[in-house]
């Protein structure tokens, strides 16, 4: 999908966890909208391959091999794609990791490497970001991939939806630090999201069938209906939003809306 054409002509992009999946998608909506892109992953083959898939059609992209948990690391992300692109002016924190496990049964390496990916390497990657921008004088943007579980969680889910509820939190409190550096910290938190097309995994249809019955809108998203709204923190319109997080689930953490009417009190 092309967002607006040519609104991110002059800006440079880093897209974590972007090998394939969600990350590969938004990257590639960036650079359909005019942008340059560092995408990143830990698998070198995997991520050697998103890039062929998009050096056919666009010049202006290129991937560095990085653990996002690991400060050293995360300094290497950041100085190739300025030493690649000259500057950096977007940072989309898309690498996470997902797991279900019973409460019961998550071990301690299994809570440390969610927290690691999905909080930690958030707070890395961004404060690397916010060091160069700050330096730069340009400014910038963040954009952090939520999920819904920041507000809700089902059983199997304490690791991971308390990582993204930390990762809320955690953009708000950089919007508040980074604002008047000219730095705006934003959120996307996706709904269930058919990946199956873009290399992913797809839900289990028997779980669809279950999760729907609670969407207003009665489907699951699309991949297009969330890099659309990356692209929009991300652009110049959500230059006055900072601190502030974006639902795209269909309505799903509205309410139940299989529910019928209560019925009026007796008596």
């Given amino acids: 999908m092309t967002f607006m054409l040519m609104e991110f002509a002059d800006k440079v992009v880093l897209v974590t966890g972007s090998s394939g999946g969600f990350g590969l998608a938004t990257a590639e909506a960036f650079l359909e909208s005019g942008a340059s892109v560092m995408l990143n992953g830990t698998k070198p083959q995997k991520l050697q391959t998103a890039l062929e898939s998009l050096k056919d059609r666009f010049e202006n992209v290129e991937a560095r091999v990085a653990d996002i948990s690991t400060r050293a690391d995360v300094e290497d992300l950041i100085d190739a794609t300025q030493r690649r692109f000259k500057s950096i002016d977007i940072l989309v924190n898309n690498a996470g990791i997902t797991q279900n496990t019973p409460f019961l049964e998550i071990s ?45 969680t089902r059983a199997g889910s304490a690791h991971y939806s308390s990582s993204k509820a930390a990762l809320e939190m955690l953009t708000r409190s950089m919007s508040l630090e980074l604002g008047p550096h000219g730095i705006n910290v934003n959120g996307v938190a996706p ?14 249809q028997a779980f669809v069938d279950i999760y729907v019955k609670d969407v207003p809108m009665g489907r699951i998203g699309h991949v297009e ?36 009417l209560a019925p009026p009190p007796q008596g």
Avoid: C, H
Wanted: hydrophobic share 40%.
């Fill in 191 to 204: 709904g269930l999201m058919d990946l199956a097309r873009r290399g992913g995994r797809g839900p289990a």
């Fill in 108 to 152: 301690e390496t299994q809570w440390d490497g969610v927290f690691d990916t999905n909080l930690k390497g958030s707070f890395l990657t961004s404060q690397a970001f916010a060091k160069q921008a700050i330096a730069s004088g340009r400014g910038g943007k963040i954009v952090n991939i939520l999920s819904g579980n920041y507000l809700w």
């Fill in 225 to 260: 209906d969330v890099t659309g709204a990356v692209l929009f923190m991300a652009s110049t319109q959500a230059d006055f939003i900072t601190g502030s997080t974006i639902l795209v689930d269909g309505g799903y953490a509205a309410g139940r809306a299989d529910l019928p």
